[in-house]
């Protein structure tokens, strides 16, 4: 039944029982109204305006589910669906909104694919040019600084030996922004001692500590899997770093048997009610592109937990 008709029918419902019961029922109206023949109709009314509201509301029901959910719809949370029930327009409402946030996800998750694919080849290039063209200049000007502190002499030997320390401490900070641009120990020794890397410099740094707790038998996954846990493992870190105001950060990476799962926890003072972030969503999307999981929630006793399940498949031979 159309919903045209499905209204019609629910106020043809109370205007008809509103009939019936004026054409049976022992009431008469006099001229001019008597008192109680004007409270039986006004009461009259009232009930017919309540039975109607009640009918429509059942009626059309299934609308108000529909722009509940098209108000709080997030596509970097997937699954949202409507139950379809009976048939009729409506149930083809619902069947039709489905499919559109089925095809709406299916698209924002390959336009996030490209868009981290394009992000990251920008990270391996812009790193191997810090790498390639400044990183091998202040090598060879702290060479050339070497040389020239063999032969001089004071006090212009403490003046380039001034030079030299700066030199060398900006040379381990191009370094440094390389490797959080392409992680080369991940290609090279995998990823827990990537994440272990990664930890390590995070407590030099920041003078927070740092408590990892990693599997050694982690099931083999692909280059990407391992890449998202690695950049969400770093987002984590440096959201703690920025936002969190702790002490201590836990770092655990560990199989449940069909996930590999990365969980970052801090005893800061919580995400609260806060609104996401550009790097929270980042991490949201980078978990869509591998098919994972990711929990964002308060930790216990204070503090948060992040929590990233990335299906375990194994790589292809």
């Keep these: 039944m159309s919903l045209y008709w499905r209204i019609f029918g629910l106020n043809a419902v109370v205007l008809g029982t509103a009939t019936a019961l004026l054409l049976w029922a022992p009431v008469t109206v006099s001229v001019p109204v008597l008192l109680t023949e004007a409270v039986i109709l006004v009461g009259g009314l009232g009930v017919m305006l309540v039975a109607n509201a009640a009918l429509l509301r059942i009626g059309l029901a299934p609308l108000d589910r529909v722009t509940r959910l098209m108000t709080t719809v997030d596509l970097l949370r997937p699954g949202q ?7 009729g327009e409506i149930a083809e409402l619902v069947r039709t909104f489905n499919a559109m946030l089925e095809r709406l996800e299916r698209e924002r998750a ?5 868009a981290l694919f394009a992000q990251e080849a920008e990270r391996r290039r812009i790193a191997q040019e810090l790498h390639d063209e400044v990183g091998q200049s202040m090598t060879a000007i702290l060479l050339a600084l070497k040389r ?16 030299q320390e700066i030199t060398r401490g900006s040379l381990d900070e191009v370094r440094r922004l390389v490797r959080r641009l392409r992680p080369g120990v991940l290609d090279d020794l995998g990823l827990v001692s990537a994440v272990t890397s990664l930890a390590t410099e995070f407590a030099t740094h920041t003078g927070l500590r740092v ?32 936002h969190a105001e702790a002490r201590t950060v836990e770092v655990s990476l560990f199989s449940d048997g069909e996930h590999v799962v990365l969980e970052v926890s801090d005893d800061g003072r919580g995400i609260g009610a806060a609104r996401e972030g550009a790097g929270i969503r980042g991490m949201r999307e980078r978990a869509l592109l591998v098919g994972a999981t990711l929990d964002i ?16 498949v194994r790589k292809q031979s």
């Design 81 to 87: 669906r409507l139950p379809v029930r009976g048939g």
């Design 110 to 114: 390959a336009s996030s694919a490209r």
């Design 148 to 163: 020239a502190c063999d032969e001089a002499s004071e006090p212009l030997l403490g003046e380039l030996q001034q030079a």
């Design 211 to 242: 408590v990892r707790r990693f599997d050694a038998d982690l099931p083999r996954i692909d280059h990407e899997t391992e890449l998202v846990i690695y950049r969400v493992a770093q987002e984590g870190l440096t959201n703690v770093a920025r």
């Design 297 to 312: 929630a308060p930790a216990t006793p204070a503090g948060t937990r992040i929590r990233l399940a990335a299906p375990a």
